[in-house]
């Protein structure tokens, strides 16, 4: 079931009647680990804007080791990691958005002030200085 819309899994969903078919629907539609996927997208993103695997790590200003274990899919980053990785590689706010789905941590949302400030920084390709500093100004916890 990979690569299906959203909505087809969906209507496949609401046409399940018993258990036996919820199990068998969860097997194949979960096949592959989150992490794993996040990390596949955080390369070809990366892949794209001729960016290797040591200057990800790099740019997101993370501990070597724990980058190199995100970008394998061993490690599933936190969302404020991952918004490091995001901001520090200048992923566009939809290809960020895409890295926050995939790993389950939620969209950025513009009502909630810390995610705006987050936006804002995004669409302006601010660096993670920049944007710590935005964010402190502000009173919100910058991202650790």
């Known amino acids: 079931m990979k690569n ?3 909505e087809k899994l969906l209507e496949m969903l609401t046409k399940i009647k018993d258990e036996k078919e919820l199990k068998r629907y969860i097997k194949t ?3 592959e680990k989150e992490s794993l ?3 596949k ?3 070809e993103v990366c ?3 001729d960016i290797k695997k040591s200057e990800i790590i790099r740019n997101a200003d993370i501990y070597r080791t724990y980058g190199y274990e ?3 899919g061993s490690k599933l980053p936190s969302r404020d990691k991952l918004l490091r990785i ?3 590689n200048k992923f566009s706010l939809k290809e960020t958005n895409r890295c926050l789905t ?3 941590h939620g969209i950025l949302y513009a009502k909630n002030p810390r995610d705006s400030i987050i936006i804002f920084a995004i669409n302006n390709k601010l660096s993670l200085i920049e944007t710590d500093i935005l964010l402190d100004d502000h009173g919100l916890k910058v991202l650790d």
Do not use: E, M, Q, V
Request: proline share 4%; net charge positive.
């Open 4 to 6: 299906r819309p959203t």
């Open 70 to 72: 995100i970008l394998n």
């Open 41 to 43: 997208y955080i390369l």
């Open 37 to 39: 996927k996040l990390s």
């Open 29 to 31: 539609s979960s096949s």
């Open 86 to 88: 995001c901001i520090g």
């Open 47 to 49: 892949n794209k804007k």
């Open 102 to 104: 995939l790993a389950k």
